[in-house]
């Protein structure tokens, strides 16, 4: 027998009698697919969408098997391939779909069969009622023929549709094959075939939603209690520790990977957080599970909630911490706006002593609502940065690292108002500020500049004048890098351009570096940077090619230029002497007429 042979008149047999239709001893029933349709959209909406696909997918497989089966005894065969592919002409005569084959291959160790499927009930009836899908959706179809062929290759065989008229596809493309042990796809496909009965299915959905009510319920209670906890206004601190003993995991919250609350039920997470941490939450092997949740309120950002477990969160755990997500965004953003509102009120206040615009009145009563004694000695420190669009971000940044500092910004600068230090925790400070910025915020130039001590807050303007001019000079004299200094280092030079001799200073530079300026204006070049660099490292050319990312060739033809145009001999200590006191002046100059130096150096 060939399957081409297959006519329906041979297989089915219709008794107008009784009302029969038999198909060999098996009775068939004529159903329309509306009513197949209403039938899967029932069970889709009873169980869902997966344990739906399962169910008809093992319905498919049923009747393909038992399709199978009746068709090989039915007829005496040429040869397996001719058997399999009756399967095919079975499916199209039943009405189901029409089915037009593509490769078949076959040995003893395995089957591989292709084709198309067209005009299937099944992609019509799920379109009508659930529009186009993501996922193929023939699951009866896909059932049937592996049912079908597992029977008849005696092997057990798995189709997939690759190719779906109900996801939008022009025509629907199977593709059989033997099942292979190692192919995932074929595993997880596998899992859906397990025999089920629809009374399981129904059962299995009902105790998940009871769960799901549980849950709900319980999370009811916990958000209760969390809303207590906000009326009675407990912090975040309590909230966090509440909310890490129900769910005996460890919570943390941070922001920019800086931690601001955190309770941690053991050693182990804390130690699993860090390391998190300085992986900046990459993909490193984690030995916990980490999951995080954004705290957000009017499309801020106030932080980022950390639980961290030694398994995923259940159900319920997700529930309960995405409930009090919504107290935590609470009790932040209110205290957010007290801190801010706090903040502005002292940035006005430091920004009117930096003006001189106070009086005494003022002065004592704002010193004495933010605590502060006027007595104590400070200095303003000041930091500027290369971009622009960084500087809210990198004072945010700060502002965590140093909560009970008074930073703020004004004009292009980052302010820090600073408690007298001596010298050289000053200079730490400075250093340890510029590393953790940097290691932040990459490839950001900045200068940090700290202004004169000064005894009492009124005075603190002359300290923010020092702190500001120092910035712009470094600016100026070091473009290519970030760099760091105080009034103490500076102090000589600022007092020469304050004292009474100025225009001598001036004609001094004039004579010593003039011509080499005016090149530099004329030809746009870098020889007064140049000559800075070398005076600063003691003329060693190694070092100066170095910082100025020069080869010794380059340094040696620029320093020629230099002492050419200077007339000066760099190898004398007068010489360097002149020089170095010329650049300084020129550089504070810079600092004190901007672009108009050049001009008052000319005339």
Request: charged share 30%; proline share 1%.
């Amino acid at each position: 027998m060939k399957s081409y042979q297959l006519l329906f008149d041979n297989l089915i047999d219709v008794n107008p009698r009784t009302g029969e239709i038999k198909f060999s001893d098996r009775r068939m029933a004529l159903v329309p697919v509306e009513a197949l349709g209403i039938l899967r959209r029932d069970l889709v909406n009873t169980l869902g969408m997966e344990r739906a696909k399962g169910f008809l997918m093992r319905y498919g497989w049923a009747w393909g098997y038992r399709d199978g089966e009746t068709i090989e005894k039915m007829f005496n065969w040429d040869s397996k391939q001719e058997l399999i592919l009756a399967g095919p002409y079975l499916h199209t005569l039943e009405g189901i779909v029409t089915v037009e084959q593509d490769v078949i291959e076959l040995n003893e160790a395995g089957l591989c069969f292709t084709g198309f499927w067209k005009n299937s009930f099944e992609a019509v009836e799920h379109v009508n009622h659930y529009g186009y899908s993501e996922d193929p959706i023939c699951w009866t179809l896909i059932g049937y023929a592996s049912g079908y062929l597992t029977k008849t290759f005696g092997k057990e065989v798995l189709v997939i549709e690759e190719q779906c008229q109900g996801k939008g596809d022009p025509h629907c493309r199977f593709v059989a094959k033997t099942v292979d042990e190692q192919d995932k796809r074929h595993q997880q496909d596998l899992r859906y075939y397990k025999a089920e009965s629809l009374l399981s299915e129904l059962d299995r959905a009902y105790k998940e939603v009871q769960q799901l009510n549980e849950n709900i319920i319980h999370s009811e209670q916990v958000q209760k209690q969390l809303t207590d906890m906000l009326l009675a206004d407990k912090s975040v601190k309590d909230t966090i520790h509440f909310l890490a003993d129900t769910l005996q995991k460890s919570i943390v919250i941070d922001y920019y990977f800086e931690k601001l609350e955190c309770a941690f039920v053991c050693s182990e997470d804390e130690e699993a957080y860090q390391n998190w941490i300085k992986d900046k939450g990459g993909r490193k092997k984690k030995l916990k599970q980490i999951d995080t949740f954004s705290i957000r309120a009017h499309n801020e950002n106030l932080g980022r909630l950390v639980v961290i477990g030694n398994e995923e969160l259940l159900q319920k755990e997700r529930m309960i911490t995405e409930r009090a997500l919504t107290v935590f965004s609470i009790q932040m953003f209110h205290q957010h706006k007290l801190t801010k509102a706090l903040w502005r009120k002292k940035e006005d206040f430091f920004e009117e002593i930096l003006n001189n615009n106070y009086d005494e009145h003022t002065l004592q009563r704002y010193t004495h609502i933010f605590n502060l004694n006027p007595h104590h000695s400070s200095r303003i420190l000041t930091l500027k940065v290369d971009t622009d669009s960084k500087r809210k971000g990198i004072l945010h940044y700060i502002c965590l690292l140093y909560p009970e500092m008074e930073v703020f910004l004004k004009d292009q600068y980052i302010i820090f108002v600073l408690l007298e230090e001596d010298y050289s925790k000053i200079e730490r400070f400075s250093a340890k500020l510029q590393s953790a910025i940097q290691k932040e915020f990459k490839y950001v130039k900045m200068y940090i500049g700290t202004g004169r001590k000064v005894d009492h807050l009124k005075n603190l303007s002359k300290s923010y004048e020092d702190a500001c001019q120092i910035c712009d000079f470094l600016e100026i004299a070091y473009p290519t890098d970030s760099r760091i200094s105080c009034f103490e280092e500076l102090e000589p030079v600022i007092m020469f351009l304050k004292g009474s001799n100025q225009q001598e200073l001036i004609e001094f530079c004039r004579r010593t570096i003039g011509d080499l300026i005016e090149h530099d204006e004329l030809s746009q070049g870098n020889l007064v940077i140049t000559l800075k660099s070398y005076l600063e490292h003691n003329g060693n050319l190694q070092q100066t090619a170095d910082d100025l990312h020069l080869s010794i060739a380059g340094l040696r033809y620029r320093m020629e230029k230099i002492e050419s145009l200077c007339r000066s001999n760099l190898k004398t200590g007068i010489g360097r002497f002149n020089c170095q006191l010329a650049v300084q002046i020129y550089f504070a100059l810079r600092v004190i007429e901007g672009e108009d130096a050049f001009t008052v150096l000319k005339i």
